[in-house]
Structure formats: structure tokens, C-alpha cells
T-cell receptor, first 117, second 116 residues
């Protein structure tokens, strides 16, 4: 496994600008998750995909946020009209489809740190 | 509301001594339980999980965790701490929902400091 990769690792943007992050999951994993982590807190669930279908979205995911996974492989998370409160680490994780006792853990990427000035 | 509590912001332990990092949860049904570790400038790494079966589960790097259903706890333990164990530890639960076990709900994390 090459692991989950995320790009960019760091992004500094001005308030009001749009930003897009990319996540490449572990190749055989058909589930992909996005989380947000602010300083001193644990990650908070944003959304997840089963292949290309987005199956659940958190209430944290306002209408300025959109996520896609068009071919069931990589995913993008876009934030429109960024606000200072969007500053956080955005984490991507992937997993196989749960089934049996050995397929439930999620594997995390290194994250994209967003700073909105 | 579903939640995970890690009551200690920081745990300090001397190298070679046993360590415990506490976790309790408030989730209905039969959640799956996990521990993850986060080293500086590195992503979250999976340590261990409880799905079903024996209440004591063993994981990576000599860590283990004990599931207690009546106390809704899942404490992380290690018999002999190493300085290299110093990191940020997160407890997480995956609630049983429609479509199965999907998202993870994390605690706020506990910083473990192991002193030589």
C-alpha cells in the first residue's frame, strides 16, 4: 500500500477565495471519508463516499462545501468563499467496504492544513 | 447526542511504568471502538479496534485496550511505556447506523508524555 495521499499539504488563502483539496485513497479501498480537525480537538466527520456515491454529509458541511469522487477513485473537497473559521486541518481517510471483523479501520492521509487570512 | 470523552488532556508516565489512557463513550447500540495515535507532522495511525469477542484487544507497538460495556469505556493500556510512545492519542467510536458502520466520532485526544 502506498497509503492515502493528500494535496496540497498546506494552503494559505485570503478570505473569500475558493480552495480545492485532493485526496487519493489506498487503491483497493472503495470508501473515502473527509474529516476536519481544529487545534486541540479530535477530527470531526464531514462526509463519506462509497465508490462514487456520497452517502452521508454532516451538518458541519455547509453549502459552501462540496465534495466529489467522480470515478470512485480520488476525491476533491472544495470550499467556496472561505471564511477565517474554515482554518483547520482537512483529513482524508479510506477503508475497504466494512464486512467481517478485519475491514473496519480507516487509514488516514497526512492532511491539508488550511489557513484563511 | 453521540460523544466520546477523554477526561485527561495529558498523561505523564515514567519510562518502564505501565500507562493507561482513558476513554468513555455515549453512543447507542453496539458501536465499534478504535484507538488512533498522532505523531507530530504525521497522519493518524490506527492502533487497535474492538468489534466483538474478547474484551481485551491487542494492537500495534505493544498497546492493548479493555472494553467494558457496562461502564461504556475503552481504556488504552501498555504494560511498560517507552519514550517513543510520547504522542497524541485519540479514542474513536463508529456508531451503528443505517447502512452499517460508517463515520468515526473522535474524542478530543490525550497527550501522552513518557519521561526517561
Amino acid at each position: 500500500d502506498t497509503g492515502v495521499s493528500q494535496d496540497p499539504r498546506h494552503k494559505i488563502t485570503k478570505r473569500g477565495q475558493n480552495v480545492t483539496f485532493r485526496c487519493d485513497p489506498i487503491s483497493e479501498h472503495n470508501r473515502l471519508y473527509w474529516y476536519r480537525q481544529t487545534l486541540g480537538q479530535g477530527p470531526e466527520f464531514l462526509t463519506y463516499f462509497q465508490n462514487e456515491a456520497q452517502l452521508e454529509k454532516s451538518r458541519l458541511l455547509s453549502d459552501r462545501f462540496s465534495a466529489e469522487r467522480p470515478k470512485g477513485s480520488f476525491s476533491t473537497l472544495e470550499i467556496q468563499r472561505t471564511e477565517q473559521g474554515d482554518s483547520a486541518m482537512y483529513l482524508c481517510a479510506s477503508s475497504p467496504t466494512p464486512g467481517g471483523s478485519s475491514r473496519h479501520e480507516q487509514y488516514f492521509g497526512p492532511g491539508t492544513r488550511l489557513t484563511v487570512t | 447526542a453521540q460523544s466520546v470523552a477523554q477526561p485527561e488532556d495529558q498523561v505523564n508516565v515514567a519510562e518502564g511504568n505501565p500507562l493507561t489512557v482513558k476513554c468513555t463513550y455515549s453512543v447507542s447500540g453496539n458501536p465499534y471502538l478504535f484507538w488512533y495515535v498522532q505523531y507530530p507532522n504525521r497522519g493518524l495511525q490506527f492502533l487497535l479496534k474492538y468489534i466483538t469477542g474478547d474484551n481485551l484487544v491487542k494492537g500495534s507497538y505493544g498497546f492493548e485496550a479493555e472494553f467494558n460495556k457496562s461502564q461504556t469505556s475503552f481504556h488504552l493500556k501498555k504494560p511498560s511505556a517507552l519514550v517513543s510512545d510520547s504522542a497524541l492519542y485519540f479514542c474513536a467510536v463508529s456508531p451503528e447506523g443505517s447502512g452499517g458502520y460508517n463515520k468515526l466520532i473522535f474524542g478530543a485526544g490525550t497527550r501522552l508524555a513518557v519521561h526517561p
